[in-house]
């Protein structure tokens, strides 16, 4: 056991778990969530370390019982059809439809978007409402009638698969028992990364990944060849993430749909992540990058008669070519340029307060996944949600930064705003030395930002270079 691994058994206890368990449970290659496979490993394992015989056939049974493979589908709508009560597993979300005055269920694994749930289930359970909760609803089928032209799926009990509240106030607590390197190596291994796999730069990297989730509106783009697990943590990492692939992305899907009047996923989520960026297609009216611009600035969108505001940070994910030295092929002119047309515009560019440098991640192999102690999937995500509120730590980055070469606003906002998700990381506790403050919080901030200022001197000499460095950081 690694130092690490024995301080968060230690002070952490039951809200970590092996994070090489989820592996080897063997989920019969269903497609869930590391966060809810732990759930389930949690709930069967109890107190016990090793993952057993009897374990195992549980948690087979479990997935048998309430998790169908994709090729089970119509089998399952054949037993509702014969009115046959079935328990689904599902990542279930609601939404209102004004016009209609009622509440619509979506349950994936049938395809369906208009079941029943009644509000009391809708009450208890207010994340349906929002980034959607995964757990076991019972279903039934309501055949057609002559009143109804349809049958209807119908939601008549659910039990959620989430944690009770989460002793936030504990797990800050808990942060000085570990040096900084043991607690990077601890995040590290919460996101399913092997921290003995990777070096110090590549640690920071991945721990960058997740700055969008406890910090609102970062916005980051992550530039990477194939395989280095760019669309990982965000697909198993956190409920309050939702990753679009690529294809057509529509201002209806991303804020607000004016035909339905269903609110857009950033208001719904804390991160929005648009995987496979290089294959998007734009809107030809230009109403997305439009709308992308104003809302990366400001928070802010209008569509329709609909104004709104989200505090939903916005994550690009693009495959790009390397050269021979293991570099972007067109890092000299400028890497964007593998992107799409509508997303290569310098106005679009300058919103996004950093580039992830994907290029120095490794390829993921056998030794990637973590094997190691990590804080439960769940329980993490409740812990980076809660931390999005606290402004302690803006205040502290405001008083204590002080930069060179960046009397650009956005410049500013952009490092500030990063920095601050940095802190909030990984010294939660707010204790912090000006020499570990400079190096873990203020300069990767500034490098993230630095290589979009870069990019936007190659392609626009509007842009002046600049070189942004830090002047002083005071004491505490």
């Known amino acids: 056991m690694l130092p690490f691994e024995q301080k968060a058994k230690d002070y952490y206890g039951e809200i970590v778990i092996n994070k090489g368990l989820f592996h080897q449970a063997g989920y019969g290659g269903r497609a869930i969530p590391a966060y809810v496979g732990e759930w389930i490993l949690s709930y069967y394992m109890q107190d016990q370390e090793e993952l057993t015989g009897e374990v195992r056939n549980n948690i087979a049974n479990f997935i048998a019982k309430y998790l169908p493979s994709k090729g089970q589908k119509e089998e399952w709508k054949n037993r509702l059809l014969n009115q046959e009560p079935v328990n689904l597993l599902d990542h279930y979300t609601v939404s209102v439809n004004l016009k209609t005055g009622q509440r619509h269920l979506n349950i994936p694994f049938f395809d369906i978007k208009d079941a029943y749930v009644t509000e009391h289930i809708v009450e208890e359970n207010e994340l349906l409402l929002t980034s959607g909760v995964w757990g076991v609803g019972e279903l039934f089928y309501v055949p057609p009638n002559i009143d109804k032209g349809k049958g209807q799926v119908w939601m008549r009990d659910f039990k959620p698969f989430q944690i009770a509240k989460v002793d936030l106030d504990y797990f800050i607590e808990c942060r000085k028992y570990f040096s900084t390197g043991q607690w990077i190596d601890l995040l590290v291994s919460s996101m399913g990364f092997s921290p003995t796999a990777n070096n110090e730069q590549q640690k920071m990297l991945l721990l960058t990944r997740m700055l969008p989730l406890i910090e609102p509106r970062v916005n980051l783009v992550e530039l990477a060849p194939k395989g280095t697990g760019k669309s990982f943590v965000f697909d198993h990492l956190s409920r309050y993430a939702r990753v679009i692939g690529g294809g057509k992305v529509t201002p209806a899907v991303l804020f607000h749909n004016n035909s339905t009047h269903e609110p857009g996923l950033v208001t719904r989520y804390d991160t929005v992540v648009l995987d496979e960026v290089q294959s998007v297609k734009g809107d030809s009216a230009g109403e997305l990058i439009a709308m992308l611009k104003v809302y990366l600035e400001s928070g802010k969108f209008s569509r329709g008669k609909t104004e709104a505001s989200a505090e939903s940070g916005f994550v690009m994910l693009a495959n790009i070519t390397l050269d021979e030295n293991l570099l972007p092929i067109h890092l000299d002119r400028g890497i964007f340029r593998e992107f799409p047309n509508f997303l290569q515009e310098t106005a679009f560019i300058d919103r996004l307060h950093g580039i992830i440098p994907g290029w120095y991640l490794p390829r993921v ?36 930064m002080n930069l060179i070469g960046c009397d650009d606003l956005r410049d500013k906002k952009a490092i500030t705003r990063t920095a601050t998700a940095y802190f909030k990381l990984l010294f939660p506790d707010l204790n912090v030395t000006k020499d570990e403050f400079m190096k873990y919080c203020i300069k990767p901030a500034i490098e993230l930002r630095q290589r979009i200022r870069d990019e936007l001197w190659k392609v626009d000499k509007e842009y002046k270079k600049v070189d942004i460095r830090i002047k002083k950081v005071l004491n505490n």
Do not use: C, I, M, W
């Open 365 to 400: 192999t056998q030794d990637t996944p973590s094997v190691y102690l990590g804080f439960k999937g769940d329980v993490f995500a409740e812990v980076l949600h809660d931390l999005r509120r606290d402004l302690r730590y803006r205040d502290y980055v405001n008083v204590n």
